[in-house]
């Protein structure tokens, strides 16, 4: 079964401390990884797209990581602002037809 | 430039009405998509659309229309609401369908 995992579902973290952020999938002839920030009350903002295995990409404070299976968004020295939830999808072609999965998200909460 | 425009941002229907949530694009993407989000279960591609006259189903279609007349508009009809309808719309656009999306935000509607 096509499926996309993110853990955990919660993570606060004090000021300056870095963790990460998971996202497994199970999908096959995967076209591209996806994650976005999301705001209460807003849409998904877009940060990154990683498309095959090895791949990283970095932005401020963020960087998003890809295996054949899973992706990690490495969190360095967040700040209070950082806190949003984190929402990981994945993109493939199935019978011409285009297939995308959204995780559950991620909620961050960074205390200051 | 104002990116995704959906309109209204806050519905609420009968059960048994018909509506139609709009969307706009001025960034010339041929892919746009409809989702709904709801508590703990993530974001759900309803309908998609890779170009103008062009439409195709997501995870969660039935209950909902789309068409797509023109590369800016990407409306979408609920044809007669039911509770199960209540639910946050998310109206998204991608230049190429495998680049990040850009999503509008949101609709917020409630069915009585």
């Known amino acids: 079964e096509d499926q996309v995992t993110q853990s955990p579902e919660a993570l606060r973290l004090q000021e300056g401390e870095s963790s990460s952020l998971n996202c497994s999938y199970t999908?096959?002839?995967?076209?591209?990884l996806f994650w976005y920030r999301q705001d209460p009350g807003k849409g998904p903002e877009f940060l990154f797209t990683l498309y095959s295995a090895g791949e990283e990409k970095e932005k401020e404070r963020l960087k998003a990581t890809l295996t054949k299976k899973e992706s990690f968004l490495h969190i360095t020295a967040p700040k209070p602002e950082d806190s949003a939830t984190y929402l990981c999808a994945v993109h493939w072609w199935r019978s011409s037809a285009s297939k995308i999965i959204f995780g559950s998200g991620t909620r961050l909460s960074i205390r200051p | 430039n104002a990116g995704v425009t959906q309109t209204p941002k806050f519905q609420v229907l009968k059960t048994g009405q018909s509506m139609t949530l709009q969307c706009a694009q001025d960034?010339?993407?041929?892919?746009m998509s409809w989702y709904r989000q709801d508590p703990g279960m993530g974001l759900r591609l309803i309908h998609y659309?890779?170009?103008?006259?062009?439409?195709d189903q997501g995870e969660v279609p039935n209950g909902y229309n789309v068409s797509r007349s023109t590369t800016e508009d990407f409306p979408l009809r609920l044809l007669s609401a039911a509770p199960s309808q209540t639910s946050v719309y998310f109206c998204?656009?991608?230049?190429?369908?495998?680049?990040?999306?850009?999503f509008g935000s949101g609709t917020r509607l409630t069915v009585v």
């Open positions: 998204a656009s991608s230049y190429s369908g495998e680049d990040g999306y850009t």
């Open positions: 960034m010339n993407h041929e892919y």
């Open positions: 659309s890779v170009g103008a006259g062009i439409t």
């Open positions: 999908v096959s002839g995967l076209r591209g």
